[in-house]
């Protein structure tokens, strides 16, 4: 597997691009921001993105299964899920990962056993986003769970201690007729 | 998603955004992001401006005509009663300090979310109106008129601020953008432009003492449900007391913590102790369902508002004839009592210098405001070996300590709730040294922003927050996040359920009187929460 | 408005940083007095001697006891401002006499005969053609000039390391230990003095050379002293040397003393 | 390519041609030589002292120092008494350490330092070293320049002056002799940290985007006046008995011109009237604004003292017995006591 | 981390202060001696170098000793010497710090200065110096700084600092060989003309640095909860014994050399340290005391029994310490240059402002060196913690 | 609002230290000094170099003597109108400007510049 090598060789310089990919969606200055500031704890949005995306890449490379993607997935999506993107501007970086690597092959893809492994990877990619697109909802779902949530709790809370709510009593024997 | 995106849409939805001037890239209110109006109700309630229904995310705001007039004279008026309104206009250098210091510019990577563009928003409105070279040389000298665009700019990131001066720490010359932030709320208020989740709690506060405006009775019953809770884990029977006149102590505790989890436990924490201290050295406290609000969200509207519902605590202190005030665990409430009840409110000379009857221990830092913090008191307490404790019952929670912002920066309340802590439970671990105490990080939603509508944004803004948490509970698998804030206790569980699910939230004075021995007490066997005590868990299946 | 133009081009040529040298040029080729006037320049003194390498030849026959020795020193010493200080540590020496065990101690005898061993023997700065101190100094405030091959001292360049003083094997250099003017008895006006933290030696007088007179030692000695250029073979020097054995002081080191002794 | 940067080069570009021009072409040496300074110096103290009166004029009502460390509550517990001033005397050391050694910018690229692989905290740092070489190589200068201004030169300016220049950068080769009669350490130091804190605000992404044409104005300036006095000492040698007599008519109000002065010495006299007069109008009053931003000149006892608050107008409250006259009854149910009983039960008991 | 300097307790605020004092009080007297000369020193015509130089070489001794720390930990992966490769590398910068401020003190003309710089000379040894010194002091920054910027943020110190780091130890030997040509370049000086001088410079250096570092270990241990480890303290102490017993015994060809061949010229300077030249003896009894302090630190240092035993490994390290001090420092510059190139006896003793000024500098070195081991010292704490 | 007084303090320490110079002279102008010529430099009517060019390049002038005198042994200059000089400071230039007090003194301290040259060349030749 020819391909295999290739992406092996050059993993780094595909996350690099990458990374600075899926960063350049942000404002340039935010972005000049999460490339440069290296402290995990001032700048978590970044070094979250670098780190995640290179697992990612290792696992996607490696033929890594349904649990190992979205478990590197899940820290980028969760951030994405909470920012300022539609959907498809969220989850838009998983196929991005298709041009940067034509481009990086550009020259190798002439020889037509290797283009063939390339479509094979990139139905991997797209295997990829509907697993991101999965793990994306996951986040949105938790995120309006904790909005009701909220409201619920605020309500409900304040009528039991109310005592407008009877709380169901546990079932004692004998006290409702079989009829 | 009614407009679905047409297929070429679709290529270059992954351009880089235009690297357009921030002047010129207006501001777009994005739902998540922005909270709803404030209802017209509230508004009477307490005689704000401009009352009626209308939304952020349409484009008529039902403005008064004359609204630019309205803003100018504001401006004008505020320029004269806030030095510090005026010095911070003038000042700035833009050396980028600040810059990267917020956590909403970490957290959502919005340039106008650093704190000298949120400035720069109000600044370049002042330069216009109030300066020569911005009269002459308009955009460069960094000046723009008033619009409709910079009104709304205004209303968008000032409800993007928690107020939470990290950017001043920063700053060479301390500009505090928590300031401007206020003074730009104050404008927006005087247009009827506010948040329905700050009106309806001042409205409440207003009426009936607290935010949740839960009427005296009912707030008797929700104390009495919290009594039975503790006789039901402890076997002891606690008697709280309202409006007790002739009492040593007013306690004022934010209501937060009598309606909301995991507040709820910290409140029988305080029950528990405040029954403890009765029973062993007779020391006489009293709650007011009156004075039932510690925290304050007139704060985030307006110091006028901010000192109408502030009265309350003092005024019920001197009804009562109490000696001195003890304050319960917030962030805001405390900000407002450390810095500025005394002066809006004082003098109170009807309150005599707090003294710890117990420990005989003379508060001197609150001599003229008269009002003493838990943590402040407990660990006097416990440094005296008064209270009588087991930590081994926290034994099954890892705990690490939030610095709440207010409290961090405002007071300098560092030694105080972690010297309780270390008292009261055996593992305990502190952050790292950059993203706390006086360089804390904020919960995301702190200035009244704690409502639901904007719940992606207290994710993005309450990031780095959850990064350090999630260090630590990597490295020393912590479990439980202590922190003295009652709107830290309602907004951190969701932010940990999101970004870090399996560590827990909980208010010091829960673990104080999770390891409290109560004189008279069974044996527990589950602590406040009922979850089963390390050791008794076999026991029990 | 006249000065003005000028000194615009003055200012103009100097402040590319080009210094005095180009300003001089541009100042000539505007030519105050009109018209490409040439450019002045520096030259050699008409009267003045030259040499590839000087060199000297001390005939110690003729200097038998100290009374002929003193006045070569005191004759140095005024002229060149030489301080006289009593701590002997801070002593500064240009030419000084000493016995013969110390000049050539690598050839000293036991049984010496009486004449060479109590005979007193001027010894100076040998100007060596391969000089040790002109190796060993970091700022080249010591060197050796190729034009007539004496070595001197640029006291504005020496940071007073001294590091010289330890490389030279004869000892020739000495040191302002402190401020001379006060110790220096009455004062040549032509001739400036040192001031405190900068080594001082002999100069073979190239100041007398640039204006055709001979080192004062060598008028001073009444012809006990020979003074000429090494390369020249009919110089006063080379006949000197021709005629008689000469040596050398430490010679086996390598440095090519260009003082010669005919014992 | 944002035009700001583009702005204040040529107006300083421009301000250039009209000193040259001015006294070089059209002779004007007496406007600029005086003039031009006069005004200058009028504007900035004038302006100055009403923009910082104005400052005054605007109440403090509050007290809202920011705290930096932990407060002095409890005996046993160390405050820091330097970043939580309870103090005056802590409140004037803070002050002073801010000013004197930009502690906040220190504390701000020590963040960086303390955590965090290397790359990220050399920017931050330099930050810090940059202002602080950039303030003090401008005192210095500024303390020699004064051997212009008074006759006889005051012992401190020597003093200043033989330490500036202590160390000789004496140059002698063919092509260039530079260094006499001596180099002021400062003015070097002075350029260099003016060039690095210009690039810093033309390369730096998030300080470029956040800066103003009027941000860049100022750095071009001095940048203008640091380089001219440079070419002035060291190069074209301006005849400083001409300058100091220059400078000596003005400030005995006997204003003269006198000869030899050449184009670059107006240019520089220009920038630096210039910046005297764009002074009170612009950031550089962060020079007086500094103390008096209640956020670090104000001690941390707020609980212990205080602070009056000038217009602190009474507000319409929520009295305890409207709020009682509310819920008596359920108060009375729930057995809270009253200050009136509720007029029903107070019959009841009459009966 | 500069920050860690700042925060200390009584002890260390009251030890800086006393350090700060002395340098003001050396600062004064340098000012005198900047205002009257070199003359108040006890130099002359013909012991032109004196205490300045003799300490400056020691301490570039000193100085490269850090080597033996980083060498085996770097090449040879000695995992022991992880904890105190930092430790090592600030003593050098402490030293070389030193070493500048103390040629700076020795200089004439110290305005002057950068003519070194301004008008480069590469044949002459001092100009080799300064570059080697300042490019030793860079790495060991760089190098130090870094290395312990990484273990405070629990990473690996980057990739790019590997080279400097390979660099740093062929660097060290180098400052110490370039010290050595100072001297023994200089044709009319027997007592330095042999080609085992560098040699001896550097055995004694590795005996000297690594004993100065076991004494800062183990008072690290005694006054700081930071524990060096005992098994480095015992690897170092091996080091300190190879090296010192390489020291004597190069010294000791020296001897032989000198009077088998019996060669006056080379015998007179000996004479003169040991037994006095033409009733000149002022070096004797320091230099039979140096022989002797040596002497007991090899008995101290090899037999394992008390290289074992920490109190007497110290007393083998102050000892061995002060031995080759007085050698190298003392011994060496008297006896190059008494007697003189005419075989004149003018001896040499450091006045009171000199050992003044040398005072000032060592209290600079030592406060370069306690805020630097405060801040490891911190940092290593608030890892462990 | 007690610190209005604190505000005036501060501006009044500022504007005393700003106008240090205006109160330091008391209004004494300080023109230029007139250099005095000694009677041979009137004679000689001109200088080695035009009077402009060494007011302001003089020290660099001397330099450039040094370096010719002491490295390249050349102690003649002949400056542009052909005229000879010996280059040196003592003998040449002080011999026709031997008022070094009213000459080259006046001009230094006024300028507040202190060379070092005159701690090694001897600045009364004539002994006057």
Redesign the interface.
Known sequence: MVLDKLLEQHEAAIVGLWVDHVINTYAPDSAHFYKTQKDQFANPVGITFSESLGNLFKALRTGGDRDELSKHLDPVLRIRAIQSFTPAEALAFIIDLKPILRSQFKDALKEKRLSRELVRFEDQIDAMLLIAFDVYSACREKLFELKVSTEREKIYKAFLRAGLIADIKAEEPGNDALH | MSDLPKPDDLLNFSHRPPKTEWMDTPAEIKKGFACYAGNPKSLEAVGLPNPRTWSCFDEDWQLPENWQEIIYEGFKERLDKFRSFKVFMDICVRCGACSDKCHYFIGTGDPKNMPVLRAELLRSVYRNDFTKAGKLLGRIAGARPMTLDVLREWWAYFFQCTECRRCSLFCPYGIDTAEITMMGRELLNLLGLNIDWIATPVANCYRTGNHLGIQPHAFKDMIDFFVDDIEEITGVQVEPQFQKKGADILFITPSGDVFADPGTYTCMGYLMLFHFLKEKYGLDVTWSTYASEGGNFGFFTSHEMMKRLNAKMYLEAKRLGVKWILGGECGHMWRVINQYMDTMNGPADFLDVPVNPITGTRFENAASTKMVHITEFTADLIHHGKLDLDPSRNENKVLTFHDSCNPSRGMGLFEEPRYVIQNVANNFYDMPASTIREQTFCCGSGAGLNAGEDMELRMAGGLPRANAVKHVHDKHGVNMLATICAIDRAVLPDLMNYWVPDVEVTGVHELVANALIMPGEQERETDLRGEPLLGTEDADE | ME?RR??LK?AGVAALGL???P??KA??AS???GGG??????????K?LTAKQWAMVIDTRKLQTAADVEPLIEACNKIHNVPHFNNKNHEIKWIWETEFKHAFPDKSNSFLNESVEHRPFPVLCNHCENPPCVRACPTKAT?K?E??GIV?M???RCIGCRFCMVACPYGARSFNFRDPKPFIKE?N???????KGVVEKCNFC?ERL??GEMPACVEASQGAIAFGDLYDPHSPVRELLKENFTIRRKQVLGTEPSVYYIV | MNLKYVYSFLAVLVLFLVAYVGVEGLGLDWLFGIIVPYLAVIVF?VFG?KR??G??RS??PFRIPTTAGQQKSLPWIQSSPIDNPSSKLGVWVRMALEVLTFRSLFRNSRIKLGSGPKISYHLEIFLWLGALAFHYAFLVAIIRH??F??????FF??LV??VDSFFRF?I?YDPI?VG???VALSSIVLLLAVTFLLLRRLLDTKVRYISLAADYFPLFLILGIAFTGILMAYF???????V??L???L????P?I?E?LGGVFYVHLFFVSVLLAYFPFSKLMHL?GI??SPTRNLTTNTRAARHVN?WNYPVKIHTYEAYEDDFREKMVEAGLPVEKMPAATAAEEKE | MLELTFKGGKAYYGWVLALLATIGAGFALYLWQLDFGLGITGMSRDVSWGFYIANFTYLVGVAAGGVMVVLPYYLHDYKAYGRITVLGEFLAIAAIVMCLSFIIADLGQPMRALNVLLYPTPNSILFWDMIVLNGYLFLNLVIGWNVLEAERNGTKYQQWLKPFIYLSIPWAISIHTVTAYLYCGMPGRHFWLTAILAPRFLSSAFAAGPALLIVMCLFIRKFTNFDPGKEQIQTLAKTVAYAIVINVFFFLCEIFVAFYSNIPGHMDHIKYLFVGLHGHGVMVPWMWASMILMVLGIILTVNPATRRNESTLLVGCLVIILGTWIDKALGMIAGGFVPNPLHEVNEYVPTLPEIGIALGVYALGALVLTLFYKMAISVKEEVRA | ?N??NK??A??IV??AL?T???W??L???????EVILTEKAKEAKVCV??T??M???H???L??W???V?????????????KEY??SL??TCLDCHSNKADFCDK?H????????CY????D????E
């Open positions: 000065s000028s000194f003055v210094g005095t040298t300003a001089l100042v000539a030519g105050e007095a006037a040439p450019q002045p320049q520096v030259k050699k003194g008409a003045a060197f000039r034009s007539d001197l640029d006291f504005h004062m006006r032509k001739f400036p003095h040192r001031m190239a640039a204006v | 103290v002292t910082i009166l400052w005054g109440a403090v004064l051997r201004f008074a006759e006889p030169v005051p300016v020597q002056q033989s004496e002698h002799q006499l009669p001596g074209t040698k301006v005849n400083v008995a001409a100091k007599e400078a000596t008519g400030v005995t109000f006997q003269t006198p030899g007086g103390f008096m000038p | 609002m610190d209005k505000i005036i501060g501006l500022f504007l700003f240090f110079p205006v330091y002279n209004g004494k102008a300080a023109p230029a000094p170099m035009p402009e060019y007011r302001a390049n020290m660099q002038l330099d450039h040094r370096h010719e002491v490295r390249n042994a050349k102690r003649v200059f002949v400056n542009a109108d052909g010996t280059m003592s003998n001009c301290d006024y300028a507040s510049v202190s060379p070092y701690e090694c060349h001897i009364n030749p004539k002994g």
